[in-house]
């Protein structure tokens, strides 16, 4: 151990793991205890088809989410366009976007009511449905295409930054072989970027896995909105905790299963140094029409939602702005505020231990601390609800064997339960931000702490703590804005008479009224431009 690192500072990254993996204990051991048939009856009726709808819909996004972003990050990385400097940020805005608004937006535009459909039966002289065919939008497919739109800029961003790392001298070599500039691409970039292109679709499956508002607003049963169902259908918690296990299964299952399929795949490349250049100016009618697919899913993917975002916001902004929208404004900052603090503490002092000890044994609580990120949030809710609800019993019992009156429900009851599960859900972000800024700091800079005598507390504090500014910033910025879109474990975690803006806005478009929420949904969005900005001016700097 260097630097005398104590046995404190080892029990207290366990303790930190312990409690982040405690949910997905709690599922484990729940899904084990008896249901009064409840799950039984799921199984023999609903349950096939809430896992197959879960399945296809993830193998759909992940395919539409590649098949749109892997041709706009190889046009940005290797292509001169007009316009390539703006898309290189432009395609990251989607990601601010909460899906279950566009599926909204989408719905209203091509409904059979929709102005889509009412042009075309203008146009057609169509009467009636049967005249003629429209794809149903409020489908699995339909789901499928909206949450891609939402969450291809994952992969987008890890294949651009592929593509840009490929050394320009193997494109050049494919040409004097003989290969034109697709072939080159299908044969050699693409290969390349593959375990780029499969986190990303990684990242893809376990958003959409955990996907509850636009699967719910379409009305596709998925075992997310089954684990939501039972529990506050049925009231079983068992059952709950038994769709939530078999819901990580198959996560775990899709990504082991891709890992596998790579496993004997090995790339060695010379990246690109600071001298090549690898871009490809494009020209007439090739140049016209990078632009205009960039454009296009520029458009469909966030320019048009927002708009039209803007003019419901425009159009109910008297019957909006008012004291509900303050207080759930006020709701959703201050715990988001809270969380983030909290998240990037224990970022910092994960990454620190790991960094400090020699031990292979003081890597591990920071491994089992970014999991909380894979739970679903309504899993993660069900997981969290199992052993609060205990602790406040056993709080209620205690009281009442003293003879006073018990405190009621003091954790599941009250915002504690909230922030707590966004930390759990959430910490994975900040320890991965701090984890990449600790990888610039030399460790010769340790080496000459520990020369003058400096002890771990005061290495953190005056050596590292300066140096992490940018990492820790980032990580406050990104938990930030996950804790203000996330709705699945809100929607179950939250007291009584309890509202912030994405449970709020989620209210307006369950009841066919976004425009009413219209101005909530702006804020979250506008709130999650901030970190993509900084984000992307990140990268332009690294590059």
Request: glycine share 6%; net charge neutral; proline share 5%.
């Amino acid at each position: 151990m260097i630097l005398g690192l104590s046995r404190t500072w080892s029990l207290a990254g366990y303790l930190i793991a312990a409690i982040i993996i405690l949910p997905l204990l709690a599922i484990i051991a729940q899904a084990f205890v008896p249901d009064e048939d409840v799950f039984s009856h799921l199984f023999n009726t609903v349950l096939p088809t809430y896992i197959s709808n879960t399945i296809l819909l993830m193998l759909g996004v992940c395919i539409c989410a590649l098949l749109i972003a892997t041709p706009a990050a190889w046009l940005v990385a290797k292509c001169q366009f007009p316009g390539r400097k703006m898309f290189q940020w432009a395609l990251l805005l989607p990601l601010a976007m909460p899906a279950y608004v566009v599926a909204y937006v989408y719905t209203d535009l091509l409904d059979y009511a929709g102005p889509v459909q009412k042009m075309l039966r203008l146009w057609f002289d169509w009467q009636s449905p049967s005249d003629y065919y429209f794809p149903e939008i409020r489908s699995l497919a339909g789901a499928s295409v909206v949450l891609a739109l939402v969450l291809f800029p994952y992969i987008y961003l890890l294949a651009r930054t592929a593509f840009m790392e490929q050394s320009s001298s193997l494109q050049h070599a494919s040409r004097v072989m003989g290969c034109g500039p697709w072939q080159s691409f299908w044969r050699l970039s693409l290969p390349m970027a593959r375990p780029a292109l499969a986190v990303g679709a990684s990242l893809v499956a376990m958003e959409t896995a955990a996907d509850f508002a636009t699967v719910s607003y379409f009305a596709v049963p998925t075992l997310t909105t089954a684990v939501y169902d039972t529990w506050l259908g049925y009231g079983s918690l068992s059952a709950a905790a038994k769709l939530s296990a078999i819901m990580l299964l198959v996560v775990f299952s899709m990504i082991g299963f891709e890992r596998f399929a790579r496993r004997k795949q090995q790339l060695f490349q010379k990246q690109s140094g600071p001298n090549e250049n690898s871009v490809s100016k494009l020209k007439g009618l090739n140049a016209g029409l990078a632009t205009a697919y960039c454009s296009l899913l520029l458009l469909f993917s966030f320019l048009l939602p927002f708009v039209i975002l803007l003019q419901y916001a425009w159009d109910y902004f008297d019957e909006s702005w008012n004291a509900a929208f303050w207080q759930y404004s006020f709701n959703s900052l201050y715990i988001a505020a809270i969380v983030s603090v909290i998240a990037v503490f224990i970022g910092v002092l994960l990454i620190f231990i790991q960094r400090i000890s020699p031990r292979v044994s003081d890597i591990l609580p920071s491994r089992l601390a970014s999991t909380g990120y894979a739970l679903p949030g309504t899993v993660l809710a069900i997981g969290i609800l199992v052993p609060f609800t205990m602790l406040d019993f056993a709080v209620n019992d205690l009281y009442e064997y003293f003879g006073q009156a018990g405190p009621g429900l003091v954790f599941t009851g009250s915002v504690f339960i909230i922030i707590f599960a966004f930390c759990i859900r959430f910490s994975a972000i900040a320890i991965g931000s701090v984890e990449n800024s600790y990888k610039r700091i030399s460790p010769s800079l340790d080496m000459a702490a520990i020369t003058m005598g400096l002890k771990p507390k005061a290495l953190l504090w005056r050596v590292h703590m300066p140096l992490l500014r940018k990492g820790i910033f980032a990580g406050l910025l990104l938990v930030f804005i996950e804790c203000m879109k996330e709705l699945p474990a809100a929607l179950l975690l939250r007291p009584v008479g309890f509202e912030n803006l994405a449970t709020y806005v989620y209210q307006f478009v369950s009841d066919e009224q976004l425009e009413h929420g219209a101005l909530a949904a702006i804020v979250i969005v506008l709130v999650g431009l901030v970190p993509l900005i900084y984000l992307n001016r990140s990268l332009e700097q690294e590059n």
